[in-house]
T-cell receptor, first 112, second 115 residues
């Protein structure tokens, strides 16, 4: 079974731009979570989608948003990029509530 | 709210030596516990997990972990470390309370392996 895939793997943007990241979960998994990882803050939870609905949300500003499609694929959008948004963005999927999260390789976003 | 503490930010061991990475958690009920490993620039890979049953859990790559309820710990061990084990290790506890099933991750322990 294929793992979690994320595209693109690397992205360079400038301040003020917006960006969209994509995540395809493991086949059959309905829950998709997004995390931001930085050296200073560690792994921080952004939000979780389940059956096209945002079910949980972390403590991030409204510039960070996401959505999930009927095939469970998910996108994350960051608008008005700031330098501090530079990070590794990780997507994880799980098959049911409370079950193991399986992570993708991440998207490395650099904001100049 | 649950929390996870990994007391050691960095651990340095020699290749072939034994390893123990510490993880302490705070959780109101019987937790689900996980250990993940992350190589530089990569995503997190599941090493092992504990949901219930035998408190000694075997994982991939020769790792094991022991759940000790009395100590609220879930330490990761390996009898003989290989240079390829150098990576960041994360302990996590879940599911969250209040309807959220998102696990809580520790800050990670960086493992350095000397030849």
């Amino acid at each position: 079974k294929a793992g979690v895939t994320q595209t693109p793997r690397y992205l360079i943007k400038t301040r003020g731009q917006q960006v969209t990241l994509s995540c395809s979960p493991i086949s059959g998994h309905r829950s998709v979570s997004w995390y931001q990882q930085t050296p200073g803050q560690g792994l921080q939870f952004l939000f979780e989608y389940f059956s096209e609905t945002q079910r949980n949300k972390g403590n991030f500003p409204g510039r960070f948003s996401g959505r999930q499609f009927s095939n469970s694929r998910s996108e994350m959008n960051v608008s008005t990029l700031e330098l501090g948004d530079s990070a590794l963005y990780l997507c994880a999927s799980s098959s049911r509530d409370g079950d193991t999260q399986y992570f993708g390789p991440g998207t490395r976003l650099t904001v100049l | 709210a649950q929390s996870v503490t990994q007391p050691d930010i960095h651990i340095t061991v020699s290749e072939g030596a034994s390893l123990e990475l510490r993880c302490n958690y705070s959780y109101g009920a019987t937790p689900y516990l996980f250990w993940y490993v992350q190589s530089p620039g990569q995503g997190l890979q599941l090493l092992l997990k504990y949901f219930s049953g035998d408190t000694l859990v075997q994982g991939i790559k020769g790792f094991e972990a022991e759940f000790k309820r009395s100590q609220s710990s879930f330490n990761l061990r390996k009898p003989s470390v290989h240079w390829s084990d150098a990576a960041e290790y994360f302990c996590a506890v879940g599911p969250a309370s209040g309807g959220s099933y998102i696990p809580t991750f520790g800050r990670g322990t960086s493992l350095i392996v000397h030849p």
